[in-house]
C-alpha cells in the first residue's frame, strides 16, 4: 500500500484489500496509535467496512478512513434466497471505472460447512459455449478489495440474517466458481487469497479454498508456486478436438500441457485436484468420452466431479438424464476413478454453476 490519497479520478484503495502491517503504515502516517489498525482490522474482519458502525474508533479516523480509502468497494443490489438455503447476492460495483457494474455471490450452507462461490471478474474473457457468464462478454477484473468484500459482505449478512439451526452460519469454505475465469486475473486473485489466508484475517487455510479453472497452464503453475490452494479444472472432455469447442482455451493449452501441468502441482497432504465434467446430452456423454476420460484421469491425485448441466435462457444444450449420470460415474468407479455426482443448489434462484450472469448494464 503505497498511497493514501489520490486524485479523484483515480480509484483510491479499498479498505478490504489493506492487511494488519498496511493499516498500521496508514495509522502512523495519520498520527493515530498503532493499536488503531488492530480495531479497525477486527471490524473487516466481522464483515463490517463501513466507518461509522465501528463503535470503537474516534470520529477523525472515521473521517480519515472515509475520505482516504474506499472503503466499501461493493453494495449490495439484492439477496435472492432459496428453498434450500443458498442464497444468492448481486453487488453493484463503486470503482469509478466499472461503477453500477454488477456481480454475483453465492452462499452454500451445510449441516457442517459453509461455502462462499465468489466471482473474479465481471464477465468473463473466454467463451464456453455452455456457460450463462461466458455469453456476456468481458468487462473488467475484479480488484483483491472486491473479490475479498464479497466474503465479508456474506459474513455480515449471515450475523444479520442467521441460517436455520441445521444450517452452518458462517464461512468455512471458498471457491473461486462465480463469475470469470480466476487465472485470468491474476492480480486479483493473488491478492485477495494473501487476504483471505491472512493469520491476521480470516486465516483460511489453503486446504479450504479452491480455485477453478477453465485450464490456463501457465497461470496454474505460478498459483501453485505462490498460493498452492485446492486446484478445480474445468475439463468436460478429454478429446481434444471436442474440448476445443466446449472449452475453447483448450486451443492454446490442449490436453496433454494440462495433463503435465497438473502432475507438477504441488498438492496438500489427502487433497485431490478436482475435474469438472458437465455432462451434456449427447456431447460428452458417450463411450468415446467416457474411455478419454478414463484414460486421462490420474486416479492417484484427481477425483471427477460429473455437474448436471444448468440450463439458462437460451442455452444451446440439454442436460444428460439422471440415470446416465449416474452409470457415467459409476462406469468410472468401476474403472478405479472417484467419481461423484454434484448435487445442485440454489437452481431455483439461477445461483448454480454457469447460471450466473448479472445484468451488467450498471445502476447509478
Ligand atoms: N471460469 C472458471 C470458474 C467459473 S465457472 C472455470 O471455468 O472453471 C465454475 C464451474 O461451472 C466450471 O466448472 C464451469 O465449467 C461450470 N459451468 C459453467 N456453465 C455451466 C452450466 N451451464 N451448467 C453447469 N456447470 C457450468
Ligand atoms: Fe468463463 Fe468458466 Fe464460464 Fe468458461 S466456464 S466462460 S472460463 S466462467
Redesign the pocket.
Known sequence: MTQTRKTATADLAQLSALNLSDLQGLMEAWMQPKFRAKQVLDWCNKGILNPALMKNIPDVLRDRLLTSLMCEPLRLIRRECSADGTRKYVFALNRPRLAGKMIEAVFIPEEKRGTVCISSQVG?V?D?P????GTQGFEGNLSAGEIVAQVLAIKADLRHEPMTDDLHNDVTHIV???M???LANEEGVHGSLAILMDEDGLKLSRRRITV???GLTPQIERLGAVHPVNL?I?L?SAIDEKRDLLVPINRKHPLQQLRDCLNAYPLATQRHITL?Y?LLDGVNDQADDLAALARFVNPEREWVNL????P?PG?PYRGTAKESMNQFAQDLISKGIRATVRRSRGQDIMA????LKADTKGVS
Open positions: 468473463c473466454l464456453c455452455f456457460c450463462h457468464t473461486y466458481m462465480g470469470g475465469e480466476p477453478s479453472t477453465s478445480a474445468s468436460h469438472e458437465v455437474i448436471q448441466f444448468n439458462y442455452s448454480a454453476c454457469g447460471q
